[in-house]
């Protein structure tokens, strides 16, 4: 049976049983996948990049990238931004750039797990000299979004311990929302806010935002356009991510996912 005809069957067969095929159609036809900036580049693992020619030299490139993908694929219309690394010195020409390609910047990624500064957390660090550091990039990053058009702000926090009494987890728990509910009110409407968690790593003892009840907490005590961002490689094994979806959903708290593969734990595999 060529595709044409398998097709044609598929919509009788959905038919009979009932569905709405129209409806099934027009859902499809909006679906949007929204690739990361960062992931146009050399490829490789934990342990080593590899480098390949070709590879796009700054998010100008990376942009073009993107584009093609869409091009080809046409389910691919927004990117996501990680700052700073794809810091430029004229945000406007980036977003010039970025919709001359036929795309729109979709969320903006803050970075706050490679600074030394970091070690014992950022937003949630005991030293509120630090805390307001990471703030005030999680802040920047706010105005940053504002310029380029940007629906979200994805949080993820590498923050946490890595052994017993090293930090206060109540104490930490108090910073991490006085900082959100500071980074929130900042917000303009049309950006919501998307928290990830992830149950370990780089912290091993305790994960500031370890699973999706956590998370959870943190976006109904924050506001009203805080939501969920599922990672599928950010659970344990044997997670029912399904149902995970379907509860948040059902709270209207589901606010999107990364789709990163895994066998293990986090592997970050091309899905």
């Avoid at 940007?150 to 052994?163: H, I, P, R, V």
């Avoid at 049309?190 to 500031?208: M, N, R």
């Avoid at 699973?211 to 490689?233: I, M, Y």
């Amino acid at each position: 049976m060529d595709t044409q005809s398998a097709y044609h069957s598929l919509v009788q067969r959905l038919t009979d049983s009932g569905r709405d095929v129209a409806a099934v159609q027009c859902a499809l036809a909006g679906f949007a996948v929204e690739t990361p900036s960062w992931g146009y580049g050399d490829s490789g693992t934990r342990f080593g990049v590899f480098p390949q020619p070709g590879r796009p030299r700054d998010i100008f490139e990376r942009i073009d990238d993107a584009a093609e993908v869409h091009r080809l694929t046409g389910t691919a219309p927004a990117v996501a931004l990680h700052f700073p690394w794809d810091s430029v010195e004229n945000p406007d020409e980036l977003s010039n750039h970025v919709h001359e390609r036929g795309l729109r910047v979709g969320a903006v990624n803050p970075n706050l797990f490679q600074d030394p500064d970091y070690k014992l957390g950022s937003i949630t660090n005991p030293d509120s000299g630090i805390r307001r550091k990471a703030l005030d990039h999680l802040l920047d990053c706010v105005a940053i979004a504002t310029r380029l058009g940007a629906t979200a702000q994805s949080l993820w926090l590498a923050d946490g311990t890595n052994y017993p009494g090293q930090d206060d987890l109540t104490a930490r728990r108090e910073r991490l929302e006085a900082a959100l509910a500071e980074l929130y009110a900042a917000f303009p409407e049309a950006q919501e806010l998307l928290v990830e968690y992830k149950f370990f790593e780089p912290a091993f003892y305790a994960t500031d935002i370890a699973d999706w009840g956590s998370a959870l907490l943190l976006c109904q005590r924050t506001g009203e356009r805080a939501r969920v961002l599922v990672d599928l490689g950010h659970h344990a094994q044997g997670v029912n991510v399904e149902q995970i979806v379907a509860l948040l959903g059902r709270q209207g708290r589901l606010g999107g996912f990364h789709f990163n593969n895994r066998k293990y734990a986090d592997d970050d595999l091309i899905v």
